[in-house]
């Protein structure tokens, strides 16, 4: 069923060697697809949770009894939908051309490098020495700057920005993804201030009566 969704989409791997090719095919040729999107974003979700529980012994130092699924959770797609839609906004102020969509599928096949690399080195570090743990940092960030560099293009692409402005497009999501967060915490702490003025008034109340 779900290959005969995706018959006449591009191939996300295709986008690890090919990113031009593959990035004009998704902007012009709307050979994106969501539903590959949606399952490399769970992957990434899912590889960040296994990093986590799976990594060896001698490389994890993390309590795998404290186990938080929902800080995993924001940390990989509550993070991706603020990436997406921070760009996005940026880029209707910046008179970028892509689309919401367009935006979601390349954030998301560019996610690709790192989350190979992510599985990849959950796996190592369970046979390699410690030793050899150095090779665990290079595919890490061997990962990671493969997808900001496909990122990058990607973004070049589908807002039609030169290379310049494309990394002050970059700076800019980054800046409001900020400013995003300090407003939730903000607004948390308020809240929650606010919870808790008016619960001791209530015990007071409570306890007058």
Known sequence: MIASMLQGKINPLRCLLHPFEAYYSVKDERKGSMIAASLIVLLFFFSALLQR????????????????????????????VLWVTCNWAVATWMDGEGKAVEIVIISAYSLLPYVFA????TMLSNVLLQEEGAFLHYFAVI????SAVLMIIGMMIIHDYGFVK?????????????????????????????????YTIYNELLFRL
């Open 143 to 146: 990962g990671i700057l493969w």
């Open 118 to 121: 992510s599985i990849i080195s």
């Open 53 to 80: 529980q799976n990594t060896g012994f001698i490389f994890n130092y993390a309590d795998l009894s404290a186990l938080n699924i929902w800080l995993i959770a924001t940390k990989t797609l509550v993070l991706y």
């Open 166 to 198: 494309t990394l002050q497009s970059l700076l800019m999501t980054f800046i409001a993804m900020g400013i995003v967060v300090f407003l939730v915490i903000l607004f948390y702490t308020l809240f929650h201030q606010l919870y808790v003025f008016f």
